[in-house]
Nanobody
Framework: QVQLVESGGGLVQAGGSLRLSCAASGRTFRDYSMGWFRQAPGGEREFVAAISGGGATAYYADSVKGRFTISRDNAKNTLYLQMNTLKPEDTAVYYC???????????????WGQGTQVTVSS
């Protein structure tokens, strides 16, 4: 079992920045690839970014490439998502998730956090 707890969400103006964190406990954090997903009201849960267990490989959705950065600190069992130049369309609940493979597919992720709300005002 892996337990995931997100934090760092909030209300920010367009053009601003936020950093999300995801604290992991349970089995060895390094053994898991990690991902960030988001879900807007009435929408499907969509891929945002993913990172391999050692941090060498990262994938991004086209909509966030160049603005968001995923990273991890395996010594602290923590995953991060630095979000810059935020837009109103980034408004969503953001979830972190753990998978045995580094992938954009949400179906491959076994463990999920409870989510943190990000709201970007125009």
């Amino acid at each position: 079992q892996v337990q995931l707890v997100e934090s760092g969400g909030g209300l920010v103006q367009a053009g601003g920045s936020l950093r999300l964190s995801c604290a992991a406990s349970g089995r060895t954090f390094r053994d898991y690839s990690m991902g960030w997903f988001r879900q807007a009201p009435g929408g499907e849960r969509e891929f945002v970014a993913a990172i391999s267990g050692g941090g060498a490989t990262a994938y991004y959705a086209d909509s966030v490439k160049g603005r968001f950065t995923i990273s991890r600190d395996n010594a602290k069992n923590t995953l991060y998502l630095q979000m810059n130049t935020l837009k109103p369309e980034d408004t969503a609940v953001y979830y972190c998730a753990a998978s045995r493979i580094t992938t954009v597919s949400r179906h491959a992720y076994t463990y999920w956090g409870q989510g943190t709300q990000v709201t970007v005002s125009s």
